[in-house]
């Protein structure tokens, strides 16, 4: 069994226009755009990430915003719900908040005792807002949010799938405990994780149509470890497993590998060094827009290509 998985490290989704999307995480929901730079398979669209003030794994969400992508489909095998972890009483807040901005798709529920807002993204994403307890996390307060109603990291993720058994078993595999069943949802939890912790697993039917990923969609999810060792001793554990794993690629702000899932979830393995501070200072994370060295040389090509950001 795997024993190095500190919870999530980074959700991966994807965008249609960058600006609705750097507006809508870092004036809505009031999250800081922690790393302005552009998708290292593909440098003529941007890979935003936006986070509490230094980008703490466990609370980053990322975006390729691809201009003029399709919607996609919500279906299984994907994450269903990306959840965010917000203080204790301040849902009446975010109620008020979303629908001042106009945010579509509020529906409040309790699950597993709970209270959680559910909102769409401007893609359609969905999210939840989940009140938690005390999380040993400090909300960004540099967008107007406070500290008693700003998103503090993750509460985890809701995946969709027609396998519920085979993803609770890899869970397991990598660490996580079931714990409590509600109607079709199992939910896994991380001891000893950075309180991005919670993984739940809806059970689809299993004609359930398949998720068609586009804009709005999950690309991936990744899950933290503290160092390149204990990555590679996940990476070991998981192809002695049977799963394909990709070799180590350097992200600049950490190390990843890949593998699929067998309900079809793209998973990440990410290390919580070097972070992204790496390159820029804490005061002005976010703001310039950062190249991996071999993109350096095609800066002004790839600048013009980029649709330039308002804030
Ligand atoms: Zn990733």
New binding site residues.
């Given amino acids: 069994m795997i024993r190095d998985i500190k919870g999530l ?2 959700v ?1 989704s994807m965008a249609a226009d960058a600006n609705k999307n750097n507006r809508f995480f870092t004036d809505t929901l009031g999250l800081r755009r922690v790393k302005k730079t552009v998708n290292f398979d593909a440098p003529e669209v941007y890979h935003l990430y936006y986070g509490d003030e230094i980008g703490t794994p466990g609370s980053v969400m ?1 975006y390729f915003p691809f201009g003029n992508m399709p919607r996609g489909r919500r279906g299984a095998g994907e994450v269903g719900i990306t959840e965010f972890a917000v203080p204790k009483g301040s849902l009446k807040f975010w109620t008020d908040h979303l629908v001042s901005k106009g945010v579509p798709g509020l529906e409040a529920e309790t699950t597993f005792g709970e209270s959680r807002l559910h909102f769409a993204g401007p893609d359609g994403d969905s999210f939840a807002l989940v009140e938690s307890e005390a999380r040993n996390r400090e909300a960004w307060t540099g967008a107007g949010m406070t500290q008693d109603v700003g998103i503090l990291g993750f509460n985890g993720a809701r995946f969709r799938v027609r396998d519920a058994a085979a993803t609770g078993e890899l869970l397991t595999f990598m660490g996580y405990q079931k714990a409590e069943t509600q109607g079709d949802i199992s939910r896994y939890l991380i001891e000893g994780g950075n309180a991005a912790d919670t993984i739940d697993v809806e059970q689809l039917a299993s004609a359930a149509p398949v998720a068609d990923q586009g804009a709005g969609s999950v690309h ?1 999810i ?1 899950f933290a470890v503290d160092d390149r060792a204990a990555q590679l001793r996940v990476r070991e554990a998981l192809m002695d497993t049977g799963y394909q794993v990709t070799p180590v690629i350097d ?1 600049d702000y950490f190390w ?1 590998i890949y593998f699929r899932t067998p309900g079809g979830i793209l998973f ?1 393995i ?1 290390t919580n060094e070097p972070g992204f501070d790496r390159d820029e200072d804490t005061a002005h994370l976010g703001e310039a827009l950062k190249l991996p060295s071999r993109y350096e040389a095609h800066r002004a090509q790839i600048e013009q290509l980029l649709p330039p950001l308002t804030t």
């Fill in positions: 490290h980074h991966t990322t991936h990744a992200r990843a990440e990410a």
